[in-house]
């Protein structure tokens, strides 16, 4: 089954090892304040496009 047929109707997320996460962001057992303050950051190139047959 190609992976078109599978995700048919559903939102695609594609994940690549050129987008990183560049910091630590360690919210083990952290509040909402503290989750909201210190995010994860990412780098890295993005590509908007089709889904590639």
Known sequence: MK???RVSGRQ?????AHV???????HTGANGF???TTP???????ISGPLAG
């Open 3 to 5: 992976i078109r047929e």
């Open 12 to 16: 695609v997320i594609l994940a690549s």
């Open 20 to 26: 990183v996460q560049i910091n630590i962001v360690g």
């Open 34 to 36: 503290a989750r909201l």
């Open 40 to 46: 994860a950051v990412f780098d890295g190139d993005v």
